[in-house]
């Protein structure tokens, strides 16, 4: 059974940061596409940031310079480093596993105040 879990969010203030994590269990985790993703109520749920199992990176223009995503495959963990948060940061962050399937964890809030 496929198991995304994340781990990391909660609330604080503008300019701080957040570490998010995501653990995978049930799958080959190394093979596997990782995102970050977001969504708030009434809108689209959007890529933040993505990594592939190479390591490539990507990351919504909106982040750029202020969260980093990275995975340790040895942990099956993937994880978002989140700076200089701004309120309109705040959202539901999800994690995506993609390989021939797509998978997906039930989210932590991240809420950042002014």
């Known amino acids: 059974q496929v198991q995304l879990e994340e781990f990391g969010g909660g609330l604080v203030q503008a300019g701080g940061s957040l570490r998010l994590s995501c653990a995978a269990s049930g799958i080959t985790f190394a093979r596997y596409s990782m995102g970050w993703y977001r969504q708030v109520p009434g809108k689209q749920r959007e890529l933040v940031a993505g990594i592939l199992s190479g390591g490539m990176t990507n990351y919504a223009d909106s982040v750029k310079g202020r969260f980093t995503i990275s995975r340790d495959n040895a942990k099956n963990t993937v994880y978002l480093q989140m700076n200089t948060l701004k309120p309109e940061d705040t959202a539901l962050y999800y994690c995506?596993?993609?390989?021939?399937?797509?998978?997906w964890g039930q989210g932590t809030q991240v809420t950042v105040s002014s």
């Open positions: 995506k596993a993609v390989l021939n399937s797509a998978y």
